[in-house]
C-alpha cells in the first residue's frame, strides 16, 4: 500500500463546476499537506500549503485537512478551462527532514 | 528570473550510452533533489542532496549517479542508458519547510 494514496482521473467537469480532489494517506506523521498543479510540459508548481488539520483559503481554492480521517482536499470553486492541469497532492513530517511524499496525481479536465 | 534551470530539455539516447543532467539554482536553497515522472506512477525520488557536498539515495537510486559539487548545481549522471531510463527528470530546490521550486524538466528518450 502507498503512503499517500490519489485518484489518477482523468476528472472531466463543465466550466463554472466545484470541482473536489483528494488524497489519503496512511502515516499519522505527516503534518504538512500541499498541492501543486502541472500543466502539461512543465515541472509542478506549489498551489496551496496548509500546517496540521483545518481550512485554507485562497481566492477560488480551498485546502481542507482532516487528519482524524487521514483525508485531504483541495476544492476549486467556479472552475475555469485555465485550471486544466494535473493536481498532486504532497505530504512531509519534521522526522524525515521535510521530505515530500507524492501522490500519483489527478488529471483535471474544465470543458468550456 | 529566479530558479530553477535544467539543461538539457530534450533528449534521445541510444541503449548504453552516457549522459549528465544539469540543474541549477539561484534561490541559494540547501536542499535539491532529482524525480522522475512517469505516467501513473507520479513522482519519484531518485536522489537528493541536503548541502553542497553532500548526495544521499531516494526511491529509486539505481542507474543514476549523482554529484553536488557546488551549492548552485545538483548533477545527475547516467552510466549506462537503459530503455527503463524512458522518463521526464524534473529537478527541485527548496527552501525551510515548503517551497519546493521544481524545473521545468528533462524528457529523455533511451532507444
Known amino acids: 500500500q502507498k503512503e499517500v494514496e490519489q485518484d489518477p482521473g482523468p476528472l472531466s467537469v463543465p466550466e463554472g463546476a466545484i470541482v473536489s480532489l483528494n488524497c489519503t494517506y496512511s502515516n499519522s506523521a505527516f503534518q504538512y499537506f500541499m498541492w501543486y498543479r502541472q500543466y502539461s510540459r512543465k515541472g509542478p508548481e506549489l498551489l496551496m500549503y496548509t500546517y496540521s488539520s483545518g481550512n485554507k483559503e485562497d481566492g477560488r481554492f480551498t485546502a481542507q485537512v482532516d487528519k482524524s480521517s487521514k483525508y485531504i482536499s483541495l476544492f476549486i470553486r467556479d472552475s475555469q478551462p485555465s485550471d486544466s492541469a494535473t493536481y498532486l497532492c504532497?505530504?512531509?513530517?519534521?522526522?524525515?527532514?521535510?521530505?515530500?511524499?507524492w501522490g500519483a496525481g489527478t488529471k483535471l479536465i474544465i470543458k468550456p | 528570473n529566479a530558479g530553477v534551470t535544467q539543461t538539457p530539455k530534450f533528449r534521445v539516447l541510444k541503449t548504453g550510452q552516457s549522459m549528465t543532467l544539469l540543474c541549477a539554482q539561484d534561490?541559494?536553497?540547501?536542499?535539491m533533489y532529482w524525480y522522475r515522472q512517469d505516467p501513473g506512477m507520479g513522482l519519484r525520488l531518485i536522489h537528493y542532496s541536503v548541502g553542497e557536498g553532500t548526495t544521499a539515495k531516494g526511491e529509486v537510486p539505481d542507474g543514476y549517479n549523482v554529484s553536488r559539487l557546488k551549492k548552485q548545481n545538483f548533477l545527475l549522471g547516467l552510466e549506462s542508458a537503459a530503455p527503463s531510463q524512458t522518463s521526464v527528470y524534473f529537478c527541485?530546490?527548496?527552501?525551510?519547510?515548503?517551497?519546493?521550486?521544481f524545473g521545468s524538466g528533462t524528457r529523455l528518450t533511451v532507444v
Open positions: 504532497a505530504m512531509s513530517a519534521v522526522d524525515s527532514n521535510y521530505q515530500l511524499i
Open positions: 527541485a530546490s527548496r527552501d525551510l519547510v515548503y517551497g519546493y521550486t
Open positions: 534561490m541559494n536553497h540547501e536542499y
